[in-house]
């Protein structure tokens, strides 16, 4: 079959699969120094003693800064100051371990704290609407830009790049001036903070470049505090490094396993297990089992070339999940040839022993032949439909 | 008529020799296709089942007289096979090869602009007019010749919808699957505009799902420009945000992009939404019998 590759749009995805590749603030940052985009000298700390020894070298203060793959860290207590190297040590201590939003804290970033004159924001994003790059700029850094956008759109600067003339100086010019930056110096720095950020989103083919914020210090220099990174998945084979910097244990544990088996896995909160081939009838069985009053437990693909071992694996994720009652498989054979998921099915039933039941709707390639393998097999917990719509509701009644 | 593929396609296949595309391009023939030639580097003068092989497009072009392209080669060279098609004059460029880097498709979309190329996909089963020419993955058997036009970001989905209009009674005049990537060559838009402009479509069903706002930019031009019926169908109402619904482009980001946003804006300009594939079909069937 044909990879199956994903991608993502825009920008703040508490609980997202990572498909698109989300990077924490740290390897954002590493990025950014690449391009040349200035940043504050840091360490990364796993321990309170590293955290310790960090701050020994960088000198204080220093902040203590939680690298988690989820907003609001700062509301949640996991950035702190520390005037010491023994206060870094109890404030990393503190926030290792910490649960933030659902993410647990295993690394904090220890940096030279900044004096802050000014906080600015800049993003590029990949806009699908207009199928260009977008950049947004405002001098209201350090807040919510999805509230700027909304309360003062007017405050905010935004510029797409026509992705075939690539970027040009003015860009950077518009955006500062469209900004109302007014000293030359932040004008002069952040132009260029502009086009090597544009320099870095298409070089590693990123969905998403965020500095929020941009900082000047009373010195007058201008400095990436933060960073949102998150880069195309489809484009990793092209992006070894990058691609080595997907934590993997920072995964729901099902959806790391859905992962690691090639399965299209997420986890929903019912109990009734969905699997269909392809994305837009999976997602369609799912709202179909809400439609008839039940819970999905999940969203599962098997792709579009499903064979037995596929189905094996795909089972083998969504009986991982102990919430769930009874199974509703929807298939619509088009290269996936449904013989091939009726023996998959018997094949996992047998070796998982599941007991629950199991709501089969074959239609498509092989549909006779897979109908016949399953009534032939004469499973009790497995029960044959004939429409979408049946299967769902025989599979909610039998999950309640 | 039927729109893109059709009686007049003349389909060279990039990536005829690989084992997909083999089995698509031969499956593709068997419906009626027209498939003149393949490309693959390095294996021109050969042939699959008599499909002379070329080794540039040009080539088959010249041969041939191609005027559509499939592309069935892997992900890391889709994209120069698709520049690679335009280049040598073809006018209809179909991708089916899923994950293809989005920054390469946003150039792409870009490049073809005002050069009168129509492009499919990527990650897309293709178009398919029944009777006529079959050019992608969709399965032709379950779908007959007919009047309804039916334009999907999905592939089995839309099967499903195709099936239940067929156990209806009702027929195609062409399939088309945009595909599931957040840039795509063709979107909702340009589809509709071809069904709109295509005597033998009477109406027109179309497929969405969550991420994006083509459905949404599709309401609008669907009230303003188009006058044959049309009827929609969203998939992804029970998605959670920032989760990635198998499709690349099926996401919903912070509060955009959701399905009930999508049908409310479709509602918002009279244009009928089926909660269900049965529905969806059911509403076809009663627009089509009145």
Known sequence: MLAHGHADLRRHRPDRLARALDLYEYQGKELFRRYGIPTSEGRLARTPEDARTATEELGTPVVVKAQVLTGGRGKAGGIKLAESAADAESCAADILGMDIRGHTVTKVWIERASDIEREYYLSLTFDRSAKKPLFMFTAQGGIDIEEVAATSPDALARLHVDPLEGYHPWHGRRLVYDGAVSDPGEQKQIASIVGKLYEAFVHCEAMLCEINPLIVTPEGEVRALDSKFTVDDNALFRHPDIAEMRDVGAADPLEALAREKGVTYVKLDGDVGVLGNGAGLTMSSVDVVTFVGGAPANFCDLGGGGDAQGVVDALGVITSDPQVRALFFNIFGGITRCDEVARGILQAVEQMGISYPIVVRLDGTNAEDGRRILTEAALPNLHAEATMLEGARRAVELAA | ?290
């Open chain 2, 1 to 290: 008529m039927a729109i893109l593929v059709g009686t007049e396609t003349r389909l060279v296949v990039q990536g005829l020799t690989g084992s997909e595309g083999r089995f698509h391009g031969l499956r593709n023939r068997s419906h009626g296709t027209n498939v003149v030639a393949g490309v693959t580097p390095g294996k021109g003068g050969q042939d699959v089942e008599g499909i002379p092989v070329f080794d540039t497009v040009a080539g088959a072009v010249a041969e041939t007289a191609a005027n559509a392209a499939m592309v069935f080669v892997p992900a890391p060279f889709a994209a120069d096979a698709m520049y690679e098609a335009v280049a040598a004059g073809i006018t209809t460029v179909v991708c089916i090869t899923e994950g293809v880097p989005a920054h390469e498709m946003l150039r792409i979309h870009a490049y073809i602009q005002g050069r009168g190329v129509t492009l499919i996909g990527p990650n897309c089963p293709g178009a398919l007019s029944p009777g006529k020419a079959n050019v992608g993955i969709i399965p032709a058997e379950i779908f007959r010749e007919g009047s309804i036009g039916l334009v999907s970001r999905s592939g089995t989905l839309t099967y499903q919808i195709g099936h239940e209009l067929t156990q209806l009674g009702l027929g195609n005049s062409t399939i088309v699957g945009i595909g599931g990537d957040p840039v795509v060559g063709s979107s909702f838009l340009e589809i509709l505009a071809l069904f709109e402009a295509d005597p033998q479509t009477q109406q027109v069903v179309m497929v969405g799902e969550i991420g994006g706002d083509e459905e949404e930019k599709a309401a609008a031009y669907i009230e303003s420009e188009m006058t044959k019926p049309v009827v929609a169908y969203i998939a992804g109402f029970t998605a959670p945000p920032g989760k990635t619904m198998g499709h690349a482009g099926a996401i919903i980001s912070g509060s955009a992009g959701t399905a009930q946003a999508k049908k409310e804006a479709l509602e918002a300009k009279g244009i009928r939404v089926g909660t269900t594939p049965t529905e969806t079909a059911q509403l076809v069937a009663e627009i089509a019998a009145a």
